[in-house]
């Protein structure tokens, strides 16, 4: 199966700064979703890119399918960015199994 | 429109038991999934269903199982329950192979 591989897998920053999330996988996927689990554990949505650039606010994607990576830009970071972001691209064309890195922890510290 | 609703959100169960845990997908959306999450193995795909079918398993031993029913709703099962399959539980729907969206999840505990 594919293989999902997240850097870096612990990140601390300071309120305001900037980062990227990187995500590399093993075999071409036709579509990727970014994750922010939250304290609760829940995973909330934050990009579903299966290729190009997407923005949200203060959060960008971007997936190079063919060159098996993804990217998560987080820019003026504030402590409710920290938790752990996901990457998780699909197995196979048509399917609905997500295959998850062990994710970046982000910590924002004030 | 309402999320993804998971029940019940924490269980404490003791080994050799079985649980059963249920998923109600979004409005309109015909696919769930489950995973289950722990800190050694990190997110894991358990099984996918569509239309009341399974469609795509996990690597996971037999005492796993689910069902979904005709509303599109989702349960699955554990039997003889040991102490590792002490996880969170997550279920996703979707309405076609595209986003999935998640529940809360379900945190059992096995002692």
């Known amino acids: 199966g594919i293989q999902v591989e997240q850097s870096p897998p612990d990140l601390i920053l300071q309120e305001g700064a900037n980062s990227t999330l990187r995500c590399n996988f093993s075999?071409?996927?036709?579509?990727l979703q970014w994750f922010h689990q939250n304290p609760w554990g829940q995973l909330i949505n934050l990009f579903y890119?299966?290729?190009g650039t997407k923005q949200n606010g203060r959060l960008s994607a971007t997936t190079v399918a063919t060159e098996r990576y993804s990217l998560l830009y987080i820019s003026s970071s504030q402590t409710t960015d920290s938790g752990v972001y996901f990457c998780?691209?699909?197995?196979?064309?048509?399917?609905?199994?997500?295959?998850f890195g062990k994710g970046t922890k982000l910590s924002v510290i004030p | 429109k309402a999320g993804v609703t998971q029940t019940p959100r924490y269980l404490i169960k003791t080994r050799g038991q079985q649980v059963t845990l249920s998923c109600s997908p979004i409005?309109?959306?015909?696919?769930v999934s489950w995973y289950q999450q722990t800190p050694g193995q990190g997110l894991q795909f358990l099984f996918e269903?569509?239309?009341?079918?399974?469609?795509n398993k996990g690597n996971f031993p037999g005492r796993f199982s689910g069902r979904q029913f005709s509303n599109s709703r989702s349960e699955m099962n554990v039997s003889t329950l040991e102490l590792g399959d002490s996880a969170l539980y997550l279920c996703?729907?979707?309405?076609?192979?595209?986003?999935?969206?998640f529940g809360p999840g379900t945190r059992l505990t096995v002692l």
């Open positions: 269903y569509f239309s009341e079918t399974q469609r």
């Open positions: 409005s309109g959306h015909r696919s």
């Open positions: 075999d071409s996927v036709n579509n």
């Open positions: 998780a691209p699909y197995s196979g064309a048509g399917s609905y199994q997500l295959t």
């Open positions: 996703a729907s979707s309405f076609t192979a595209n986003e999935q969206f």
């Open positions: 890119i299966p290729s």
